[in-house]
């Protein structure tokens, strides 16, 4: 329409812009009063190069609802009018953004059928200093930032920046060093590995009411074959203490079990499903941790351990339904240790007799262990004349479960100090 008009003459280009104005207001408000109050499909394409997630934001952390492959990866979704998605890279929720508006690709459905499209250049945002969640402000202003300061400096840091420093602690060089997290010295010096476990096997133990076996120490001086020490405590906890950990992994829910994938700048492992561990497990954390009987079970592991319990990640409770199994695996890893040096010693627990199958085998040692309920299996994963060592002697496998249901919990204890780094969000998990 502007065009009709003489570029000189003002006065009709001036009607004719005000008509175009209008229209494209008409249009825009025709295309608001649109409703669609059923569900209808919405079609994402990822162009960048990132392995990508959509999240559904649901006002809070947001909902999973699709993996979208890198370079024209496609997923289709039901959806509603006004639902909005975030997009982040796969396994951390680490946004994907717009580099040039540093705006966070996002995209609220108007109607049935459209394709939201993550361009080429879609990329990690060059500040990593972001809220990536509608909740963080709510969530720092009623005191996350202070409890669970690791969790919220990566995932809402903008909102923690001024009572934290977040914006400095993101980079896992700075808030990750032994002085800043007061780490103390390790649990064991060269020989106290031999040490403990031959406190247990002596015919006087203190512990000799829980039932100490052992089933390989070295030189077979101490019983069992010759090998890495592996103790069974056939006694060590009740039925009562057993279903406690049981409901209380119940109270946090099982998940399918992950492994941990790549580590990103800011020191997140991505989360991989397993698939040599198709069992479920649960972190025992929160309500789970404040359990009387749950507690007692942990301080009972720090007696006779004498490793405090903040060497120790969180009970893993563990859910093996029929036919589940976990594949020969290390407790520790020959090479990566950070601030809290090696798993050391895992202190394992049977929480349910199992009819048939689930045993645990030592792959090399030609052990198998039955599960018993009250029955705790404890290994460790270093050397006695080297704990910073790693031991490849004590692999492992839980064989898979023919009949009947087995639940077992495990304490991993580490060398240094575990719940400091793994507060402070430094050792790539964040529970
Ligand atoms: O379930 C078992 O018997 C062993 C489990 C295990 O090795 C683990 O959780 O690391
Ligand atoms: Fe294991």
Same mark, same amino acid.
Request: with cysteine.
């Given at each position: 329409?502007?065009?009709?008009?003489?570029a000189?003459?003002?006065?009709?280009?001036?009607?004719?812009?005000q008509?175009?104005?209008?229209?494209?207001?008409?249009?825009?408000?025709?295309?608001?009063?649109?409703?669609?109050?059923?569900?209808f499909?919405?079609?994402?394409?990822?162009?960048?190069?990132?392995?990508a997630?959509?999240?559904w934001?649901?006002?809070?952390?947001?909902?999973h609802?699709?993996?979208?492959?890198?370079?024209?990866?496609?997923?289709?979704?039901?959806?509603?009018?006004?639902?909005?998605?975030?997009?982040?890279?796969?396994?951390?929720?680490?946004?994907?953004?717009?580099?040039?508006?540093?705006?966070?690709?996002?995209?609220t459905?108007?109607?049935?059928?459209?394709?939201?499209?993550?361009?080429?250049?879609?990329?990690p945002?060059?500040?990593?200093?972001?809220?990536?969640?509608?909740?963080?402000?709510?969530e720092a202003?009623?005191?996350?930032?202070?409890?669970?300061?690791?969790?919220?400096?990566?995932?809402?840091?903008?909102?923690?920046?001024? *009572?934290?420093? $977040?914006?400095? &602690? +993101?980079?896992?060089?700075?808030?990750?060093?032994? =002085? @800043?997290?007061?780490?103390?010295?390790?649990?064991?010096?060269?020989?106290?590995?031999?040490?403990?476990?031959?406190?247990?096997a002596?015919?006087?133990?203190?512990?000799?009411?829980?039932?100490?076996?052992?089933?390989?120490?070295?030189?077979a001086?101490?019983?069992?074959?010759?090998?890495?020490?592996?103790?069974?405590?056939?006694?060590?906890?009740? *039925?009562?203490? $057993?279903?406690? &950990? +049981?409901?209380?992994?119940?109270?946090?829910?099982? =998940? @399918?079990?992950?492994?941990?994938?790549?580590?990103?700048?800011?020191?997140?492992?991505?989360?991989?499903?397993?698939?040599?561990?198709?069992?479920?497990?649960?972190?025992?954390?929160?309500?789970?941790?404040?359990?009387?009987?749950?507690s007692r079970?942990?301080?009972?592991?720090?007696?006779?351990?004498?490793?405090?319990?903040?060497?120790?990640?969180?009970f893993?409770?563990?859910?093996?339904?029929?036919?589940?199994?976990?594949?020969?695996?290390?407790?520790?890893?020959?090479?990566?240790?950070?601030?809290?040096g090696?798993?050391?010693?895992?202190?394992?627990?049977?929480?349910?007799?199992?009819?048939?199958?689930?045993?645990?085998?030592?792959?090399?040692?030609?052990?198998?262990?039955?599960?018993?309920?009250?029955?705790?299996?404890?290994?460790?994963?270093?050397?006695?004349?080297?704990?910073?060592?790693?031991?490849?002697?004590?692999?492992?496998?839980?064989?898979?479960?023919?009949?009947?249901?087995k639940?077992?919990?495990?304490?991993?204890?580490?060398?240094?100090?575990?719940?400091?780094?793994?507060?402070?969000?430094?050792?790539?998990?964040?529970?």
């Amino acid at each position: 329409e502007e065009g009709t008009c003489s570029a000189a003459d003002d006065e009709c280009n001036a009607a004719a812009h005000q008509r175009t104005t209008q229209q494209e207001q008409q249009e825009q408000q025709q295309e608001k009063q649109e409703t669609y109050t059923h569900k209808f499909p919405m079609k994402f394409v990822n162009k960048s190069q990132y392995r990508a997630d959509v999240h559904w934001d649901d006002g809070k952390y947001g909902v999973h609802m699709a993996i979208l492959e890198p370079n024209g990866g496609e997923s289709s979704l039901e959806t509603y009018q006004g639902h909005s998605f975030f997009i982040t890279r796969h396994g951390v929720k680490e946004g994907l953004f717009d580099l040039e508006t540093d705006e966070q690709h996002r995209v609220t459905v108007k109607r049935p059928n459209e394709t939201y499209e993550i361009p080429e250049n879609a990329a990690p945002s060059t500040n990593p200093c972001q809220d990536r969640f509608s909740i963080c402000k709510s969530e720092a202003a009623r005191g996350t930032c202070s409890w669970s300061p690791g969790w919220m400096i990566v995932h809402c840091c903008k909102s923690c920046d001024e *009572e934290l420093n $977040a914006s400095e &602690l +993101i980079d896992p060089n700075v808030r990750c060093t032994k =002085e @800043r997290l007061n780490m103390t010295e390790p649990a064991w010096q060269p020989g106290d590995l031999n040490k403990l476990f031959e406190s247990w096997a002596a015919k006087d133990s203190d512990f000799a009411q829980y039932d100490p076996q052992v089933l390989s120490s070295p030189g077979a001086e101490f019983g069992g074959i010759d090998g890495p020490w592996v103790v069974t405590f056939d006694n060590f906890f009740s *039925e009562d203490e $057993a279903n406690a &950990l +049981i409901q209380g992994g119940a109270k946090v829910g099982f =998940e @399918r079990s992950t492994d941990q994938g790549k580590m990103n700048s800011l020191g997140e492992r991505e989360k991989v499903v397993s698939t040599t561990r198709t069992s479920s497990n649960a972190w025992c954390i929160g309500a789970c941790e404040r359990i009387p009987q749950v507690s007692r079970v942990s301080h009972r592991i720090e007696e006779v351990t004498k490793v405090p319990k903040k060497n120790y990640e969180s009970f893993q409770i563990l859910e093996y339904d029929y036919n589940q199994f976990y594949r020969s695996h290390h407790d520790s890893s020959g090479s990566e240790k950070g601030l809290s040096g090696h798993r050391i010693l895992t202190f394992f627990l049977y929480l349910t007799d199992v009819e048939e199958g689930g045993e645990t085998k030592f792959n090399k040692l030609g052990i198998q262990v039955k599960p018993k309920r009250g029955r705790a299996l404890v290994w460790p994963s270093v050397k006695n004349e080297d704990p910073s060592t790693w031991d490849p002697r004590t692999f492992h496998e839980a064989m898979p479960v023919i009949k009947g249901k087995k639940y077992a919990a495990n304490h991993w204890i580490h060398l240094n100090d575990y719940e400091g780094p793994n507060k402070w969000g430094c050792t790539g998990s964040f529970s």
